[in-house]
């Protein structure tokens, strides 16, 4: 048992010590324990949350659902902009763009955007908060947690160890998504009577789906290529954006195909 934690914290040590040190000092991103803590405590909620809330009435956050999703439009409509403006100043190839570890103003601006985003997902992990005080169980879908769960891990590891080179294109997509889709709920959080407006709810799935898609590719294309972005990081992108098409895909056909065929 002892030999057993002497190799978990020396894991650890290497995870620590061989990051981005320019990103080492920010908020979470030394070591992989607050995030494993905020993982917990995540999946601890999702298994609490509904219990606690069986015998009470679902809670009105119709102003809170209002002003959080308009709030994360402009932190990604924020993110976007960083994304964009400094990979074009930084002339980025599209196809293979190593991370400048250096700490010129572009490079660390590049990485601070990284880190944004990174935080973004955790404070995404509200969605499912508020799904549990509203008692929309039928929300909490292995494809919500599962996808809010990893992406916090997913991109600490990007932070910490690559934060800049091939990951701009990540952050400038999906992004973009993103201010459209809480433009979606913002909207929809005004009540039923915004349903009209929002008949185009499945092209937003659509979207998602396109975005894991391009992901694919451009991380496959590097795969194959010599470029100088670790392959690891790679390969993970691509794993992950294959379980992502899968359930998305999966949700759009039981969402609007299935439900079409029923009709």
């Given at each position: 048992?002892?030999?057993?934690?002497?190799?978990?914290?020396?894991?650890?040590?290497?995870?620590?010590?061989?990051?981005?040190?320019?990103?080492?000092?920010?908020?979470?991103?030394?070591?992989p324990v607050p995030v494993a803590l905020?993982?917990?405590?995540?999946?601890?909620?999702?298994?609490?949350?509904?219990?606690?809330?069986?015998?009470?009435?679902?809670?009105?956050?119709?102003?809170?659902?209002?002003?959080?999703?308009?709030?994360?439009?402009?932190?990604?409509?924020?993110?976007?902009?960083?994304?964009?403006?400094?990979?074009?100043?930084?002339?980025?190839?599209?196809?293979?763009?190593?991370?400048?570890?250096?700490?010129?103003?572009?490079?660390?601006?590049?990485?601070?955007?990284?880190?944004?985003?990174?935080?973004?997902?955790?404070?995404?992990?509200?969605?499912?908060?508020?799904?549990?005080?509203?008692?929309?169980?039928?929300?909490?879908?292995?494809?919500?947690?599962?996808?809010?769960?990893?992406?916090?891990?997913?991109?600490?590891?990007?932070?910490?160890?690559?934060?800049?080179?091939?990951?701009?294109?990540?952050?400038?997509?999906?992004?973009?998504?993103?201010?459209?889709?809480?433009?979606?709920?913002?909207?929809?959080?005004?009540?039923?009577?915004?349903?009209?407006?929002?008949?185009?709810?499945?092209?937003?799935?659509?979207?998602?789906?396109?975005?894991?898609?391009?992901?694919?590719?451009?991380?496959?294309?590097?795969?194959?290529?010599?470029?100088?972005?670790?392959?690891?990081?790679?390969?993970?992108?691509?794993?992950?954006?294959?379980?992502?098409?899968?359930l998305f895909t999966n949700f759009y056909?039981?969402?609007?195909?299935?439900?079409?065929?029923?009709?």
């Amino acid at each position: 048992m002892a030999s057993l934690w002497q190799n978990v914290l020396a894991v650890h040590q290497w995870i620590v010590e061989n990051g981005d040190k320019r990103t080492d000092p920010w908020l979470l991103v030394y070591s992989p324990v607050p995030v494993a803590l905020i993982f917990l405590v995540y999946l601890g909620g999702i298994w609490a949350g509904p219990r606690l809330m069986k015998h009470r009435e679902p809670v009105d956050l119709k102003l809170v659902l209002i002003w959080y999703n308009f709030s994360m439009v402009l932190l990604s409509a924020y993110m976007f902009h960083e994304f964009l403006v400094t990979s074009w100043l930084s002339d980025y190839s599209l196809l293979c763009q190593p991370v400048d570890y250096s700490s010129r103003p572009l490079a660390m601006r590049m990485a601070r955007v990284c880190w944004w985003f990174f935080f973004s997902k955790v404070i995404e992990l509200s969605d499912t908060l508020f799904f549990i005080l509203r008692k929309k169980n039928n929300q909490l879908t292995f494809l919500h947690v599962y996808h809010h769960g990893t992406m916090i891990f997913n991109w600490w590891a990007g932070v910490k160890y690559v934060a800049g080179g091939q990951s701009f294109f990540i952050g400038l997509v999906n992004t973009f998504v993103h201010i459209v889709m809480y433009s979606y709920y913002g909207l929809a959080a005004f009540g039923p009577h915004m349903q009209k407006y929002l008949w185009w709810k499945r092209y937003l799935t659509s979207l998602q789906l396109l975005q894991f898609f391009l992901f694919l590719l451009h991380t496959g294309y590097n795969l194959f290529t010599d470029c100088n972005f670790p392959d690891s990081m790679n390969a993970v992108v691509f794993a992950y954006c294959v379980t992502l098409i899968v359930l998305f895909t999966n949700f759009y056909f039981q969402s609007y195909l299935n439900r079409k065929k029923q009709k």
